[in-house]
């Protein structure tokens, strides 16, 4: 069975102290692995999507690292507003069938 | 910015009745999804639909679902007799392409079956 798993569950920091945040996944034959942000009360958001090991993607304070069995999401200097639930999700097959990770609320404090 | 739209934003329905969520997704996207999640669990995949017809969809989606796009706009779940665990928030994607996994979710719709 296809399984994305997200650590830690939550993880609070100070206004500026970087961090990352783990996303493991057990799939038979990965074809894409994607991160999604979530305000309270919304629909996920959009980050990154990453297609093999060894690729990087960066926006803005994150960067998203993928190896051949887990991914990572980079912070960098974290402000407040990046507080959110970040999620993992990975596909399969061709299409958008996404199985997400149960996610990592961050919380940043000023 | 074009944003996918969802109706109602809560439903509260009692146990049995049919409940319909409603979806405008963005007007250029080919490909429409419903996802759920029920509270302090994971997203989850229902249903995949391009060209008019259902293209993926999870253990899920069984007959008590269904999806319609009725018109050229909207895109409609409808659940079936529904049961207490039924209860989750509801999303619906839209997507250009397949297999990129950028996908625009809406806001949601709250179902509470009493």
């Known amino acids: 069975e296809d399984q994305v798993t997200q650590s830690p569950e939550a993880l609070r920091l100070q206004e500026g102290e970087s961090s990352s945040l783990n996303c493991s996944y057990t799939v038979s034959g990965l074809r894409g692995l994607f991160w999604y942000r979530q305000d309270p009360g919304k629909g996920p958001e959009f980050l990154f999507t990453l297609y093999s090991a060894g690729e990087e993607k960066e926006k803005e304070r994150l960067k998203a690292t993928l190896t051949k069995k887990e991914s990572f999401l980079h912070i960098t200097a974290p402000k407040p507003e990046d507080s959110a639930t970040y999620l993992c999700a990975a596909t399969v097959g061709a299409g958008n069938m996404l199985t997400f990770g149960g996610g990592t609320r961050l919380m940043v404090k000023p | 910015e074009p944003e996918v739209t969802q109706t109602p934003s809560h439903q509260v329905t009692q146990m049995g009745q049919e409940v319909i969520l409603r979806c405008v997704p963005i007007s250029n996207h080919l490909y429409f999804y419903w996802y759920r999640q029920i509270l302090g669990q994971k997203v989850e995949f229902l249903v995949s639909f391009y060209n008019n017809e259902i293209s993926e969809k999870s253990e899920i989606f069984d007959d008590q679902f269904s999806v319609e796009r009725p018109d050229g706009s909207n895109f409609t779940l409808k659940i079936r007799s529904t049961k207490l665990e039924d209860s989750a928030m509801y999303f619906c994607?839209?997507?250009?392409?397949?297999?990129?996994?950028?996908?625009?979710f809406g806001e949601g719709s709250r179902l509470t079956v009493l």
């Open positions: 994607a839209s997507s250009e392409g397949t297999g990129t996994g950028e996908l625009f």
